[in-house]
């Protein structure tokens, strides 16, 4: 219990280090919180124009759409938020072999790394998600229970245990190839998936690809389902926590086995 | 003339490198394309056989979104922009200013040899992705639809990079011009017709939209090679996209010669 707590005010500080980096510079952490709430305008415009033509999209209403693509930017603005700028920076720390220097702080290097910088700007961009989400749900006119919204908070969690393992393991092939830039973009395209509706996928490779292997399909679809109550079987709540398990043990294990042949560089 | 074409070759030497990187890219993005299209089958497959969507049948529709890509591969800029604005941060440009060689010229002979570069990589796993859709695959309407669609792609393609060029060169007078391309990126990605058909608009704000230069950049060219676009309003259509070529030049000049004002040359 020490640990999680010196780990806790640990992660605190760096929040408060983060918040005071960013105010340096106002108007440009202002212009980002637009630009990223623009782009999760025009996400909801898409859904909105293709709801002009259809009434459903395998079996989903215009706001349960709605509804998943507020969940989907929720989670990836935490991931934003936690992880995303952290890990996009391991492969400058290995070029570089500033990463050294973490490794002989006496706190785990992959906690300091993952979260090290706090994107404040994102907070915002992540309530707008939940806003977004509020709505929906009140012109679904559909009041969750307690039940459905602690499910909720657990599944997103487990949405965003997949997110960060994921990412983590994309990062972590910096060891090798050194040059990794291209992860955030790379995911940028992953997390598009994981805003449409899982049943608008026939089965097949795609659909099986992006179920078991990168579960995209499955990060907020599971708990949007869940709150608005189109869950059938309880099956898919266990695979979403089930992939968030195992994705985090193989994330940690090819995480050791890479830092295991870091030879760090000049020096 | 002759040092551009080598500005030329030594652009394609230098994306040369980017090839995988570039792969990549094209490959990855085409997971949301897929994403996309699966999502417009589940629309059609919910309407009676046959029926379309603002005119476009399943196939119209999966063609649009395919040449989007390939239109995209041949115009879009990659780092332009970025290396445009870090040029003038960092004071990179004085060279040209004391050199005989035009700073427009030179970033232009950049774009056209990373174009070509990146088109050819990117069209392995679009030719890939296009075979397994074939069956949802159009041939150009006519021959004047083939040879409009490759007047408008080039002059997508010029417009793209003035729209670039111009935003770039805010660096003089802003700090980070990042914040600034991304809203200007947002706006063109849904106003040119890159994440749907234009026309599946309300009418009216398709036609205001159409009075902006967006929907030359993506939507025009594609929409005649759909051969949706009639003899007249495509004679009219090549003409508008002229006029702002011509509009986009004028002004990237303008700015250019006001910044060159403002720069301080920074770090010599």
Redesign the interface.
Known sequence: MTTLRRYFSLWLDLCRISLVQEMM?KV?FL??I??EA??FG?QL??MG??Y???D???GWSKWEVILLSGCSQFLMQLVSIVFMTNLTNLSELIRTGKLDFFLLLPVNARFLISTRKFEVGNCINALLGLAVMAWALAELRHVPTVAQVCGFVLLCGAGLVVHYALMTMLATMAFWTVRSQ?IV??YY??F??AR??D????RGV?KAVFTFALPMLLVSNVPSKLLVGRLESPREMLLLVGMAGLGFALSEWLWRRALRQYTSASS | MRKYLHVLGIGIQNTLVYRV?FL??AA??L??L??TI??WR??YG??PPGDH??GYSLAAMTSYYLLVTFVDALTAVAEDDWQIAADIKDGNISQFLLKPVDYFLYRFCLYVSGRAIYTTVALVPVAIFAWFQREHLVAPADLTAALGFAASTLMAGLLQFLLAYTSALLAFWVL?VS??I??LF?LE??ASGH??PLD???PALTKLLMLTPYPYLCHFPVSVYLGRVNDADLARGLAAQAVWVVLGFGLAKFVWSRGIRRYSAAGG
Do not use: E
Not at chain 1, 199 to 202: E, H, Q, R, T, W
């Open positions: 510079f440009n212009l980002w637009v630009v623009l782009w025009l415009a898409f124009v293709l002009r033509h259809t459903s999209i395998g291209g973009w790379g395209n992953l598009n998936i449409l509706p049943s608008a996928f026939p795609f | 990187n990549f890219r990855l993005g997971i949301p897929l994403g699966f999502v589940t629309i919910g309407k969507v603002a980070d914040t600034f991304f809203i947002a990605y849904i994440l749907f599946l608009l309300p």
